[in-house]
């Protein structure tokens, strides 16, 4: 093929096939919509977001706002775009531009196109007012006391959810007057073209084969043609989010000669909570997840909210996560506490591979050229006590310094099982076998929380980087056990109705 079909801000628009690398904010900016800023290049400040069109699940559109800094402008093959030009003009604010100016919400001016696509994101959201009467919703941040219960601080008398701005960074006006420019929002008016297209399908995913100078992008039709492509093409890069792969194009300027997008395919893209698995598909986006999932799963209704911003949620994938083998990766602690395992698909068919035995070393697995992740399954039913604990340097948007993941089967105030996951103390993620063999058997008492935290203190091989000491991260660890021993009441997957 030779040129991109996109619809940007309601016009019909074309890419000629100058580069398969090139990130959607730099041809936005290329094309005159310099609304759309570039702060970091990593998908950290929010400066790019722009909204994109996609599926609701029930037929009709959601508008969701992502990161244009990371996302290849090819993977928007087919698809629709609006910048801060596209909401609004000088002559005709959109009521969000309309509400930053008049609570004095912007100062330089440089992050707030990306502030107002990530609100209007957040005002478009249907179930946005079923927040104010007190209806549960899935995308809430979590309370200090509650990890499932939202916290009462981050929600304006609107329902508007203060997290759907947590990838955004300002460095001069303070956050007071966004704020209150945020709560400020009624409703969208009846004739509102952006709400009314809320109502019509997202456009389909294009396939797409884009040959440039510096490289291929393909997005297959369908997972047999994907594991037909990697079978002859093996070292070909998977993306589906690009939340990481967009970092290395932008920051280490990597160039590959064949990305295969995987994020739209049908296969990947399987949500189930049956009787005796929970099955994720790899190319799920974290927030579609946490929306499914509702809470049903504790651990997970804990990792979400902590996991990097709303920006990058609305792209990052567990399959991805995993995919990285990273060892500082937020999911696989969580993952591993609930005895999870990976689905691999090549062209010879699926295997199921336990996640304690996926990792063999730095970002290495048991994943083969020709392979990719398919889905993530957890086992039903769920433990009974379960907790994720995150370390780092901020309460969110941060990269861990430490994550635990635990999951605890208590009878009659004994621990029958045990599962504890384990996160930037060694080269890959792991299982801290030694402190479950410790903990299976004995009562759920504080003697017990005190040795089992010493013990946790000396798993891994911790080391000292920029983000924290090896003494550190040790130290944490132990603290993470004692937290969970220290929690008011357990989680009971019982009272949660699930795996009961």
Same mark, same amino acid.
């Given at each position: 093929?030779?040129?991109?079909?996109?619809?940007?801000?309601?016009?019909?628009?074309?890419?000629?096939?100058?580069?398969?690398?090139?990130?959607?904010?730099?041809?936005?900016?290329?094309?005159?919509?310099?609304?759309?800023?570039?702060?970091?290049?990593?998908?950290?400040?929010?400066?790019c977001a722009v909204l994109v069109a996609q599926s609701d699940g029930t037929g009709g559109t959601t508008w969701t706002a992502v990161n244009a800094c990371l996302v290849p402008i090819a993977a928007l093959d087919g698809q629709e775009i609006v910048t801060a030009e596209g909401l609004g003009s000088p002559e005709s604010l959109h009521p969000v531009q309309e509400k930053m100016a008049v609570a004095g919400g912007s100062q330089c001016g440089y992050c707030t196109p990306g502030?107002?696509?990530?609100?209007?994101?957040?005002?478009?959201?249907?179930?946005?007012?079923?927040?104010?009467?007190?209806?549960?919703?899935?995308?809430?941040?979590?309370?200090?006391?509650?990890?499932?219960?939202?916290?009462?601080?981050?929600?304006?008398?609107?329902?508007?959810?203060?997290?759907?701005?947590?990838?955004?960074?300002?460095?001069?006006?303070?956050?007071?007057?966004?704020?209150?420019?945020?709560?400020?929002?009624?409703?969208?008016?009846?004739?509102?073209?952006?709400?009314?297209?809320?109502?019509?399908?997202?456009?389909?995913?294009?396939?797409?084969? !884009?040959? +440039?100078?510096?490289? =291929?992008?393909?997005?297959?039709?369908?997972?047999? #043609?994907?594991?037909?492509? %990697?079978? $002859? &093409?093996?070292?070909?890069?998977?993306?589906?989010?690009?939340?990481?792969?967009?970092?290395?194009?932008?920051?280490?300027?990597?160039?590959?000669?064949?990305?295969?997008?995987?994020?739209?395919?049908?296969?990947?893209?399987?949500?189930?909570?049956?009787?005796?698995?929970?099955?994720?598909?790899?190319?799920?986006?974290?927030?579609?997840?946490?929306?499914?999932?509702?809470?049903?799963?504790?651990?997970?209704?804990?990792?979400?909210?902590?996991?990097?911003?709303?920006?990058?949620?609305?792209?990052?994938?567990?399959?991805?996560?995993?995919?990285?083998?990273?060892?500082?990766?937020?999911?696989?602690?969580? !993952?591993? +506490?609930?005895?999870? =395992?990976?689905?691999?698909?090549?062209?010879?068919? #699926?295997?199921?591979?336990? %996640?304690? $035995? &996926?990792?063999?070393?730095?970002?290495?697995?048991?994943?083969?050229?020709?392979?990719?992740?398919?889905?993530?399954?957890?086992?039903?039913?769920?433990?009974?006590?379960?907790?994720?604990?995150?370390?780092?340097?901020?309460?969110?948007?941060?990269?861990?310094?430490?994550?635990?993941?635990?999951?605890l089967d208590i009878q009659g105030g004994v621990v029958h099982d045990a599962r504890i996951g384990l996160g930037g103390v060694a080269a890959t993620p792991l299982r801290a076998s030694s402190t479950e063999a410790l903990l299976i058997g004995r009562p759920w008492n504080a003697q017990t929380a005190r040795e089992a935290a010493a013990s946790l203190g000396g798993e891994g091989t911790p080391m000292s980087d920029h983000r924290a000491s090896a003494e550190y991260r040790s130290?944490?660890?132990?603290?993470?056990?004692?937290?969970?021993?220290?929690?008011?009441?357990?989680?009971?997957?019982?009272?949660?109705?699930?795996?009961?």
């Open positions: 093929m030779d040129r991109l079909d996109l619809t940007v801000n309601g016009q019909k628009r074309q890419m000629a096939t100058d580069a398969a690398h090139t990130t959607a904010l730099d041809w936005l900016r290329g094309n005159g919509l310099t609304g759309c800023k570039e702060g970091c290049a990593e998908g950290e400040c929010g400066a502030f107002v696509c990530s609100m209007a994101s957040e005002f478009y959201r249907r179930d946005r007012r079923a927040d104010v009467e007190g209806a549960p919703h899935a995308q809430h941040g979590p309370n200090e006391h509650d990890p499932n219960e939202p916290d009462p601080h981050e929600h304006g008398p609107n329902g508007f959810d203060l997290h759907s701005l947590s990838g955004n960074l300002c460095r001069c006006t303070g956050y007071r007057p966004i704020r209150d420019a945020a709560y400020a929002l009624g409703d969208p008016d009846a004739d509102d073209a952006l709400a009314t297209r809320r109502d019509q399908p997202a456009p389909e995913p294009a396939r797409t084969d !884009l040959q +440039a100078a510096d490289g =291929r992008f393909v997005r297959p039709a369908t997972l047999a #043609d994907t594991v037909a492509m %990697l079978a $002859e &093409y093996p070292t070909a890069v998977l993306v589906a989010g690009s939340t990481d792969w967009g970092v290395e194009v932008n920051i280490r300027g990597r160039r590959e000669p064949l990305v295969i997008a995987i994020d739209r395919l049908p296969e990947l893209r399987a949500l189930e909570f049956g009787d005796e698995f929970v099955e994720i598909g790899a190319a799920v986006s974290l927030s579609e997840v946490e929306r499914f999932l509702a809470g049903r799963v504790p651990m997970l209704a804990e990792l979400i909210p902590q996991f990097a911003s709303r920006l990058i949620r609305n792209r990052a994938t567990l399959g991805g996560n995993l995919g990285t083998g990273s060892p500082i990766g937020d999911a696989a602690p969580a !993952l591993l +506490a609930l005895g999870a =395992r990976v689905i691999l698909a090549s062209a010879e068919g #699926d295997r199921e591979v336990e %996640l304690s $035995e &996926y990792f063999t070393g730095y970002r290495t697995s048991v994943r083969t050229p020709g392979e990719l992740i398919r889905a993530i399954r957890i086992p039903l039913p769920l433990a009974d006590l379960t907790g994720f604990h995150k370390i780092a340097k901020r309460r969110f948007d941060d990269i861990s310094s430490v994550a635990v993941g635990f999951a130290i944490m660890m132990s603290q993470a056990m004692l937290k969970l021993f220290a929690r008011p009441t357990a989680q009971s997957t019982a009272q949660m109705g699930v795996g009961a």
